[in-house]
């Protein structure tokens, strides 16, 4: 079935320092890779997506990078600040809505 | 973005008492919305897919006769969860997704379920 890998589980960085969390998806079909950040208790928050047509997107601080023939995706995050620090989830979806979530990264930024 | 309102955010029931959360598309017609769970310090697993006016979809290892699923309306899903035990204290959240957003997922604020 759909699967998501994701690593690291936990990430520890220096404030200032980048941090880079790595998915990989299991579903050629797969064509909508998004990124959430999730406070304990709240809902995730969408901080950056990307198709499958498209190879790398950037925003500021938060950059992604899709390569799909290896199927894997990952998030860069640069300058990281302490308020970055969240729990970070990739996820696929075939443009259904329908979403397959990795099993999250806890990053820590410390000051 | 589009938004969803689901409630309660917070619920404490008895064990064996049966539980209705609700989510909403507020601005929105949702074609689809889906149900999630999530453990403390787990990842969002996903529960069922709601299409409107038909029944729901559920993955592999959810009880269909637990959690109820009824998507009566455009604007509308809500699960029940029945005969409620510890087992099932959990956050369950949903998103909703329409043709007219594309493939983005807007999600609930999610609902703390504890059964004592």
């Known amino acids: 079935g759909e699967n998501v890998e994701q690593h690291p589980s936990t990430l520890s960085v220096q404030e200032g320092d980048s941090a880079v969390i790595k998915c990989t998806y299991s579903d050629s079909a797969s064509n909508y890779f998004p990124w959430y950040k999730q406070e304990l208790g709240k809902r995730p928050q969408l901080i950056i997506d990307?198709?499958?047509?498209?190879g790398e997107k950037k925003d500021q601080r938060i950059a992604v990078t899709l390569n799909k023939t290896a199927k894997h995706f990952s998030l860069h995050i640069t300058e990281t600040q302490p308020e970055d620090s969240a729990v970070y989830f990739c996820?696929?979806?075939?443009?259904?809505?329908?979403?397959?979530f990795g099993q999250g990264t806890t990053l820590q930024v410390k000051p | 973005g589009a938004v969803v309102s689901q409630h309660p955010s917070r619920v404490i029931c008895k064990s064996g008492t049966s539980v209705k959360i609700e989510c909403r598309s507020l601005?929105?017609?949702?074609?689809?919305m889906f149900w999630y769970r999530q453990f403390p310090k787990k990842s969002l697993m996903l529960m069922a897919t709601s299409n409107e006016g038909s029944k729901a979809t559920y993955e592999q290892g959810v009880e269909k006769d637990k959690f109820l699923i009824n998507h009566a309306s455009l604007t509308l899903s809500t699960l029940t969860v029945t005969s409620a035990h510890p087992e099932d204290s959990s956050f369950y959240i949903c998103s909703a997704s329409s043709l007219g957003h594309g493939t983005e997922a807007f999600f609930g604020q999610g609902t703390r379920l504890t059964v004592v």
């Open positions: 601005d929105f017609q949702a074609t689809t």
């Open positions: 990307i198709r499958s047509n498209v």
């Open positions: 996820a696929a979806s075939k443009s259904t809505g329908k979403l397959i």
